[in-house]
């Protein structure tokens, strides 16, 4: 959950990429969202709970694969079990009491929105070695190198180093469990938006596989170049 407020914001799955040609016969890779509908099962206020907030739902599935505790949570709201809850924080009360229990938010929301954020699970690629995992160089390749071409080298010191003991430092780079965490996107231009079908297009890929399930925001900040655009665009617009 992210401690900044954010009050456009759904939950939606991963359908694939493909080319979207622009007006001017250029085409440009972008990722097809599928962006809600998602529905309000819980408002937090400050007074009830300490900070204000809004969670959502998405995704229909049988009573049977949730549980009795979520089936009442999500019976409140008059809606039916979900896959995945997720809560937003906003910025304050009036905020939060904008929301009602049972409301459907669709991609609709983000029209006038430039850029977003995506936050997914990468794809897990298993236990991978340092060259594939930090890039690194490896060893020579020859030179009496033997059965240690892909491997780190020194990872510590010895025990008489400076008067340090022998120790391997925290953080330090090594093999290990590749992807499957947790990423953040941000600055995705909003390519399209198809409210009919709840499908938002956003250029670029983003994190996880086709029918992953993701978390789709208002970019909390713009990067400079972009922002630049559309400060240009603007004035264009004015002119």
Do not use: W
């Amino acid at each position: 959950m992210s401690n900044k407020p954010c009050e456009v914001a759904i939950l939606g799955k991963k359908v694939g990429m493909t080319r979207f040609f622009l007006p001017d016969g250029k085409n440009i890779p972008v990722t097809v969202i599928e962006a809600g509908p998602c529905v309000v099962t819980q408002v937090k206020t400050a007074d009830r709970h300490g900070y204000s907030a809004v969670q959502i739902a998405f995704e229909d599935i049988k009573a049977r694969n949730s549980s009795m505790p979520m089936i009442g949570h999500d019976q409140k709201a008059s809606t039916s079990p979900k896959r995945m809850h997720r809560e937003m924080r906003v910025t304050d009360d009036a905020a939060a009491n904008a929301f009602q229990l049972g409301q459907v938010i669709d991609a609709s929301c983000f029209v006038g929105t430039a850029f977003v954020d995506v936050i997914g699970v990468s794809k897990g690629k298993g236990f991978a070695g340092v060259m594939k995992r930090h890039n690194f160089k490896g060893m020579s390749a020859t030179h009496g190198t033997e059965r240690k071409h892909r491997t780190s080298g020194s990872i510590g010191s010895h025990g008489t180093d400076r008067g340090h003991g022998a120790k391997i430092k925290k953080g330090k780079r090594m093999a290990g469990q590749m992807g499957n965490e947790r990423v953040t996107v941000r600055s995705l231009d909003v390519v399209k938006i198809d409210a009919e079908r709840n499908l938002l297009l956003v250029k670029g890929p983003i994190p996880g596989a086709n029918d992953g399930y993701v978390f789709i925001r208002a970019a909390t900040r713009v990067f400079k170049r972009k922002s630049k655009r559309v400060a240009a665009v603007k004035a264009a617009a004015g002119k």
